[in-house]
T-cell receptor
């Protein structure tokens, strides 16, 4: 049990819609990272937030955006959904040096 | 550029046999190395990590890994596997920055 929770567990959307995924980090962790894991692949880094500011970004377009709140919760927003956005989305929290990340169980998104 | 390569996509093994899951990384700077396990429909659970110090790292569930700087490897081993070890295993690395790079995963299948 990592203390990191995500909601919802599953979600179905249609192409062109927008989605918001939520993560509640472990208490005291001031960084949160989001990853996309397509079926049969390893997780791909989307971005990281540190003290409510974006701290780095992977190779994802601007329609992937995020927010981090003072209460250790965060959101991943995806606009204009595409079929290829279907994946498991994982959030991970940690401390500033990011030596170790603690992953949530993920949200499985299906885009039809 | 930093990369992580898991050399085997699938590893079938009989119960109580030893197993080695291979991981190579490339980085021009010092790295932190991790192994995670993912059970079906779940998030990632940290098995073990190498940050510095002793090159032999022991983790949970009887797993261990050895950091070999000259061969840029971080192979995961277990002397005797159980049916319950059947899962997907991911090797990961980061350089202390914001981005963790994951390998594509190795599916360990333990047969009775």
């Amino acid at each position: 049990e990592t203390g990191v929770t995500q909601s919802p567990t599953h979600l179905i959307k249609t192409r062109g819609q927008q989605v918001t995924l939520r993560c509640s980090s472990q208490s005291g962790h001031n960084t949160v990272s989001w990853y996309q894991q397509a079926l049969g692949q390893g997780p791909q880094f989307i971005f990281q937030y540190y003290r409510e500011e974006e701290n780095g970004r992977g190779n994802f377009p601007p329609r992937f955006s995020g927010l981090q709140f003072p209460n250790y919760s965060s959101e991943l927003n995806v606009n204009a959904l595409e079929l290829d956005d279907s994946a498991l989305y994982l959030c991970a929290s940690g401390t500033g040096n990011q030596e170790t990340q603690y992953f949530g169980p993920g949200t499985r998104l299906l885009v039809l | 550029a930093q990369s992580v390569t898991q050399l085997d996509s699938q590893v079938p093994v009989f119960e109580e046999a030893p197993v080695e899951l291979r991981c190579n990384y490339s980085s021009s700077v010092s790295v932190y190395l991790f192994w995670y396990v993912q059970y079906p429909n779940q998030g990632l659970q940290l098995l073990l990590k190498y940050l510095s110090g002793s090159t032999l790292v022991k983790g949970i569930n009887g797993f261990e890994a050895e950091f070999n700087k000259s061969q840029t490897s971080f192979h995961l081993r277990k002397p005797s596997v159980h049916i319950s070890d059947t899962a997907e295993y991911f090797c990961a690395a980061h350089t202390g920055g914001f981005k963790t790079i994951f390998g594509a995963g190795t599916r360990l299948f333990v047969k009775a």
